[in-house]
Each structure stands twice: as C-alpha cells, then as structure tokens.
C-alpha cells in the first residue's frame, strides 16, 4: 500500500556529509511524519530526526547542530542532511513514515540505508 524508497547511504570520513533520502509513494491520503531512525549492531532502533507536516522537527540529542531533516510535501519525500559526520553515526539508517492510507492510519518504514563513517 506505501512504499519507501530509500537512498544516499555510503561510507564516509569522519568530519564529512551525506544527504539520505527517502520518497514514499502507494495509496496514500495523507502524511503526518516523516522521519529516520537508525540502529547500530546491538543496539535498539532510535530517531535520529522527524518532521510533522506543519513544519515542526525533533531530533535526537546526539545529531542537533549537525543533521537537518527536512520534507518536500508535494513529492511526498524526505531529507536527512548529515554533516559533522562521527563514527559513532555509523548505523542502518531506516526511513519512517506515519500515514493515512483507505485502510487508515498506519506506520511504514524503508528497507534501510547503510551509513558507515570512519574514523
């Protein structure tokens, strides 16, 4: 009914960027959230950063001042800017959607994006 289709995971220096990307498309009525969350081997899934459809955005503690999400709502997708890249970022970074499809409301997630950082 909704797919993610994710994109922009990678390896990257510690100190360098990457954007993530993900575009959700199905039978959807409408979007509430958007967001990434990520888990690391041994560790739970966690948000890294979500952005409700009025514009309003939380992130984790641990990327404020380095990660910015942001939504395009006319083509239904969402961005995660990460900059100041550590190693501690490396994780599967998962796409997260809250949506009303005719069957109502429900919870979708992407397949997910590697995102390794060396040090």
């Known amino acids: 009914q909704v797919q993610l289709v994710e994109s922009g995971g990678g390896l990257v220096q510690a100190g360098g960027s990457l954007r993530l990307s993900c575009a959700a498309s199905?039978?959807?009525?409408?979007?509430?959230?958007m967001g990434w969350y990520r888990q690391a081997p041994g560790n739970k899934r966690e948000l890294v950063a979500r952005?409700?459809?009025?514009?309003?955005?939380n992130y984790a503690d641990s990327v404020k001042g380095r990660f910015t999400i942001s939504r395009d709502n006319a083509k239904n997708t969402v961005l995660l800017q990460m900059s100041s890249l550590k190693p501690e970022d490396t994780a599967v970074y998962y796409c997260?959607?809250?949506?009303?499809?005719?069957?109502?409301?429900?919870?979708?997630w992407g397949q997910g994006t590697q995102v390794t950082v060396s040090s």
């Open positions: 997260n959607v809250v949506a009303t499809t005719p069957r109502g409301l429900d919870n979708f």
């Open positions: 199905g039978n959807i009525v409408s979007i509430h959230v």
């Open positions: 952005i409700i459809t009025d514009g309003s955005t």
